[in-house]
């Protein structure tokens, strides 16, 4: 290893190569980031330089690393640049662009300077070469080209490459420089000398040069963290290239045909819990848990997937990498089906479609597990694994339960799968899923969200595209769709953006009045519950969202005439003359009973968990579970503890809402505030009831019940 302190004089001042390898990632600098302030830099040099001769002012870029390559009989010396590609480029794209911008002006000496830091003179130029010092292989090769070869004066517009990042690189600092040029044209040649000087001799780099037999891998890990954050695919990329030189195959041939990660789909930045990164990395996350069966974080997936080539993979590199090719084409195909709002999905598509949705990425390594190339798990096996893993999701959502030791528990699964034979790959998942008892992981029985959805305010507990998600589901299920079934209907509820209505409108009171305290309660604990909710375009939505459910113009006579999916049809079919709490009940019993049967559990599945009191805290317990649980029951009458308040009276409401003195509370709570005049306290035990029972007692009550099932 060699290192010096160098500029770009003498980085580019003698005939050589700079080759950009296949592994590297294309250029990504921008204006903001990287270009503006470097021309920033460079003018500060030259204008000191013309106010001061022969001043020594200098800007440091930063380190490259380069490694001598095995050396060829004739022609130049070929360097591989290892790391910093990045700034050698942009180098190179600002002497060229100074370059272009001296010969539109007639300085062809200065001009002639700059060329010779980025052209190799004749006589090293081979027949068929281009002549440029530093040559890119990958995608960046014809932008790069096109424009470093383009004859003054460049015109960026006409150019081929002309939206590529090099291309608009060069472009901003030939701009830069021919208006810093004649913003005097009286001084045009000193402007020009000074910034040669500057381009020539005042920037410096840190250039670590290894020889062809040293370890160029273990520099660029070291160094990766420099300039724009390298991703997980981005060293992966490189481990596998040099792996792929290493074992004598044709790199170039393995980055045209099996490398598809340079393109926008993969390049798109998703995000993954707290992290933001690019699809490639995801996917390669997720495919190295569906090899291995473990749990990966994000910043160890370099790391995870190296040890895997080395101690775990039996076959050579270029046969691992075509496989993630095309299991990467399959990920990318399953992606893209299942945002297409009409394509008719098969189960696995549906599958992406409605954990994209949820935004539930730890499902996909399962995914990746079943459709492997090399497989013997058949296409309904498959299916029906994808089936049970999906009904484990969302049963758990749909209860709002923890999801943080999922992926855990996902890549336990795939391990379980892989040590089983594929014929029998159903059964051990399923019995995988049942197996699990403990509130983080459980797959949640029938009875327990039929309970949970009968009073929960739906609207209000989940986003409104899951809420879609959902109700497109009972849409399905109203088709004849159950699980994998199919439907005589022939097609699914397209997945566009229908908006989410409630039937019994928010704004209630304008058209739907109620009388009495306790009814409007009543009334407001469901107008946001399940059976109150439906989906509608968005046109129909406008014109009868705070509608009257009869008369012509009523919400019922509207949609009878304008709606045509069988989720409102089954409303419209009760022919109920009022839509009232107790439609919305059964309705609500009804949908439970959709969701159900389309994200079923194995018969005589009850969803049992050996710590199920550790869900529910006397911390979580609200005053709506004891009313739920029929241990406070509406209308009953709750007494103040407190003596100095003997004659305090509240009536207990439905949703654990109260009323006081005439004036509804959300809770007990707030009502002994109001008591209180606004001093605090613990209203579990405030109130009681008739018997003499704190709220406090119901609730150890309630706990005890719980910690019995």
């Not at 001042?13 to 270009?35: A, F, I, K, N, S």
């Not at 079923?600 to 317990?621: I, M």
Request: hydrophobic share 40%; proline share 4%.
């Amino acid at each position: 290893m060699k290192t010096d302190v160098t500029t770009p004089q003498g980085i580019f001042g003698m005939p050589q190569h700079l080759t950009v390898p296949l592994y590297q990632r294309p250029y990504v600098w921008t204006e903001d980031e990287q270009w503006g302030p470097l021309w920033s830099d460079i003018r500060r040099i030259a204008e000191h330089r013309m106010v001061t001769p022969g001043a020594s002012a200098s800007h440091f870029l930063g380190a490259v690393v380069t490694q001598q390559a095995e050396g060829r009989p004739t022609g130049v010396q070929e360097f591989f640049i290892v790391d910093g590609q990045q700034r050698l480029t942009t180098l190179q794209l600002v002497l060229d662009a100074a370059g272009a911008a001296f010969a539109a002006r007639d300085l062809d000496a200065h001009a002639a300077q700059l060329e010779y830091l980025t052209h190799n003179t004749a006589m090293f130029v081979r027949e068929g070469e281009s002549g440029l010092k530093l040559r890119h292989v990958n995608r960046d090769r014809a932008a790069f080209e096109e424009v470093m070869l383009a004859a003054a004066p460049v015109h960026h517009s006409s150019l081929k490459n002309r939206d590529s990042l090099i291309v608009r690189a060069h472009e901003f600092f030939h701009d830069r420089i021919v208006s810093w040029l004649d913003e005097d044209p009286q001084s045009t040649a000193a402007r020009a000398e000074a910034l040669r000087e500057a381009l020539q001799g005042a920037l410096e780099l840190v250039v670590i040069q290894l020889t062809a037999a040293e370890d160029s891998q273990e520099i660029f890990e070291t160094l990766n963290a420099r300039g724009t954050p390298l991703t997980a695919a981005d060293l992966i990329k490189n481990f596998v290239f040099q792996r792929l030189r290493q074992d004598g195959e044709d790199e170039h041939a393995a980055y045209r045909e099996a490398w598809p990660f340079e393109t926008p789909f993969w390049e798109s930045e998703v995000s993954v819990g707290r992290y933001t990164t690019t699809r490639s990395a995801v996917f390669l996350s997720q495919w190295l848990v569906s090899r291995i069966g473990k749990e990966i974080s994000p910043r160890s997936t370099f790391t995870r997937f190296k040890f895997f080539v080395e101690h775990e993979n039996e076959g050579s590199m270029i046969d691992l990498l075509r496989v993630i090719s095309e299991q990467a084409a399959t990920y990318e195909g399953l992606t893209k089906r299942a945002g297409d709002a009409h394509a008719n999905l098969d189960r696995i598509e549906l599958h992406f479609h409605r954990m994209a949705v949820a935004q539930v990425e730890i499902t996909k390594p399962i995914v990746l597990w079943l459709t492997e190339p090399e497989t013997g798990i058949s296409s309904a096996d498959a299916a029906a694994v994808v089936s049970m893993v999906e009904s484990w999701i969302v049963r758990r959502r749909l209860l709002r339960l923890l999801s943080g030791d999922l992926s855990r528990v996902a890549a336990d699964l795939i391990a379980s799968g892989r040590a089983a034979p594929d014929s029998d790959v159903v059964r051990v998942v399923e019995t995988f899923l049942t197996g699990l008892q403990s509130a983080s992981t459980y797959w949640p029985g029938d009875e327990e969200i039929t309970r949970s959805l009968a009073t929960e305010p739906f609207y209000r507990r989940f986003s409104q595209p899951m809420q879609r998600m959902l109700l497109q589901a009972v849409e399905d299920w109203y088709r004849g769709y159950t699980d994998v079934k199919p439907s005589k209907a022939g097609a699914r509820v397209h997945r566009g953006k229908q908006q989410v209505e409630h039937i019994l409108p928010r704004g209630w009171r304008t058209n739907w009045p109620v009388e009495g305290i306790a009814a409007e309660a009543d009334r407001d604990a469901h107008v946001h519950r399940l059976g109150n909710l439906t989906l509608l375009t968005a046109s129909l939505n406008a014109s009868v969202s705070n509608s009257a459910w009869l008369g012509d113009k009523g919400k019922r006579a509207e949609l009878r005439r304008h709606d045509v999916l069988l989720i409102n049809r089954t409303i419209l079919d009760r022919a109920v003359e009022q839509w009232d709490e107790q439609a919305i009940d059964e309705r609500t019993s009804e949908l439970t009973r959709a969701l159900l049967e389309t994200w079923p559990v194995p018969a005589g599945h009850l969803g049992k968990v050996v710590d199920r009191a550790s869900r529910v805290s006397r911390a979580t317990v609200t005053y709506a579970q004891l009313v739920d649980a029929g241990l406070l029951e509406v209308g009953t009458t709750l007494t103040c503890t407190d003596e100095r308040c003997p004659d305090a009276r509240c009536e207990v409401l439905a949703g654990g809402q109260v009323e006081y003195e005439g004036k509804r509370y959300t809770d007990p709570a707030g009502a002994a505030r109001v008591v209180r005049q606004g001093q605090s306290g613990n209203a579990w035990y405030f109130w009681r009831t008739h018997d003499g029972e704190t709220l406090n007692t119901l609730r150890e009550r309630f706990l005890a019940s719980v910690s019995e099932e």
